[in-house]
């Protein structure tokens, strides 16, 4: 098992793709400095996020894009809601890209959905970019089918930001509500209660869903 940051950063550049792997993640990640990017695919960091302890990511910031993946993965596979969440809390302030943020889904959290609402509740109100754009991915991954209720598309659309990472998550919620709650979350296309770049961005996502019928896509372009 690895149990420090120094053995997980040399096992990290052990799995280094240098076949170009790493300009195209610097490309698709502009906001990060780029020598921060080390250059291991997914699945190697999956694996290796396998035979971490939780420890050998506990000081922070982390100065390389793959240890925040390597954290985010190994929070995710928390089973314990309170340690969980107590993780999360600590991390969040410290995610400064897309796909780290994107690549946090503890499974535990499908579980305690009640519990989960009112971090949720305060996330969504941060300035941290990333903070909210995770509070909005959480209530796409956990509150758009059971127990669906529409103060939770109210909540991502009273998120004002001018962040593109936070008007693309917030389009993707109300992408994903169109396939999922079409009815309930229509009105706020129809009536313009997204701010106009949200919109559009929806609009757009929607039309290139497979998840959405042809015949809401039809309606979609009018819009």
Not at 96 to 105: E, P, R, S
Not at 113 to 132: G, P, Q
Not at 135 to 156: R, S, W
């Amino acid at each position: 098992m690895i149990s420090d940051n120094s053995e997980l950063v040399k096992e990290l550049f052990k799995l280094q793709d240098n076949g170009g792997f790493r300009d195209l993640q610097i490309r698709t990640i502009p906001n990060i400095d780029p020598d921060s990017i080390i250059g291991v695919r997914t699945p190697d960091l999956r694996s290796l996020a396998r035979k971490c302890l939780p420890d050998c990511v506990s000081d922070l910031p982390h100065r390389y894009f793959e240890e925040n993946q390597i954290h985010a993965f190994i929070i995710s596979s928390a089973k314990d809601f309170v340690t969980c969440i107590s993780e999360v809390e600590k991390f969040l302030p410290y995610v400064d890209n897309w796909a780290t943020c994107d690549q946090m889904n503890p499974k535990v959290f499908a579980k305690h959905r009640k519990e989960l609402l009112k971090h949720v509740n305060k996330w969504i109100k941060s300035k941290d970019t990333y903070t909210v754009r995770f509070a909005i991915k959480m209530l796409m991954d956990h509150f758009l089918e059971e127990g669906f209720d529409d103060k939770y598309p109210k909540m991502v659309a009273s998120v004002r930001s001018d962040e593109y990472y936070v008007q693309m998550m917030a389009a993707w919620y109300f992408a994903t509500a169109l396939a999922k709650q079409y009815d309930a979350v229509i009105p706020y296309l129809d009536e313009h209660r997204l701010d106009s770049a949200v919109h559009k961005k929806t609009v757009r996502k929607a039309i290139e869903s497979f998840r959405v019928s042809d015949e809401h896509k039809m309606y979609l372009r009018s819009l």
